[in-house]
């Protein structure tokens, strides 16, 4: 099973911390919003303004005036969140990243670079860095039945803990346009998901998933 350096490079992001002492990157995933209020009052007023309660936003992001964003939220150099993006509440946005038209966050880190740019939903995941989610794209993050999630790797099972937990995507990841990822999903380095696609479980680094029964490795 992937461990968190295997996955995310955490010299690209503002949340590198909130991973210390973790094995598994999900375990971060409950830490979010009290690393967020802990972290926001830190930041450099010259570099970031506090518009709203519990909101941190880098003076050079740009934010569109239809963007909802909720507090805690930290938006870091250089994002760009567009039109009717509805960032519901513990939500990191790393350097340089794309939150796009209709987007919705909730609970999560998304490293530098990353692009969430049109009709995504994300919530309680984590995208690494250069992750990129095509058009349409979500993570599901709650099971049908309401049990806990389980992260299924091979013949492997690890408990999680968690009722809510969507995807863990790795650095330099391509999700396919309308591609849904089922709760507990993890994505290796450097993996693309073709379009479409319904995804569960562990897919390995430097692979493309074309279906359940198809991933073949890149050349």
């Known amino acids: 099973m992937y461990k968190i ?15 210390d002492g973790l094995e598994y990157p999900w375990e971060a995933l409950p830490a979010i919003k009290g690393f967020i209020l802990a972290l926001g ?13 519990d909101v941190w936003i880098a003076k050079d992001a740009k934010i569109f005036p239809s ?13 760009e969140v567009r039109h009717c993006a509805f960032i519901r509440g513990s939500a990191i946005v790393g350097k340089n990243c794309v939150v796009g038209n209709s987007v919705e966050l909730k609970n999560v880190v998304l490293f530098d670079n990353v692009q969430t740019p049109h009709y995504n939903y994300v919530g309680d995941s984590i995208l690494g860095y250069r992750a990129h989610m095509g058009a349409g794209s979500i993570t599901s993050n709650v ?30 990841v391509e999700i396919g346009c309308n ?13 693309n998901i073709y379009p479409l696609s319904c995804v569960r479980g562990v897919i390995p680094s430097g692979h493309i998933f074309k279906n359940a029964k198809e991933i073949i490795k890149k050349i």
């Open 41 to 53: 009052p830190t930041l450099p007023e010259d570099e970031f303004d506090h518009p709203s309660e």
């Open 67 to 79: 963007a909802y964003i909720g507090g805690p939220c930290i938006i870091d150099h250089g994002a």
């Open 143 to 172: 099971k049908s039945d309401k049990t806990l999630v389980v992260v299924r790797c091979g013949a492997e099972r690890f408990a999680t803990g968690l009722k809510k937990f969507g995807a863990i995507l790795g650095d330099n």
């Open 179 to 191: 591609s849904v990822l089922n709760p507990g999903t993890v994505v290796g380095r450097n993996s």
């Open 5 to 19: 350096n295997d996955l995310l490079d955490l010299r690209h992001t503002i949340a590198a911390r909130l991973f």
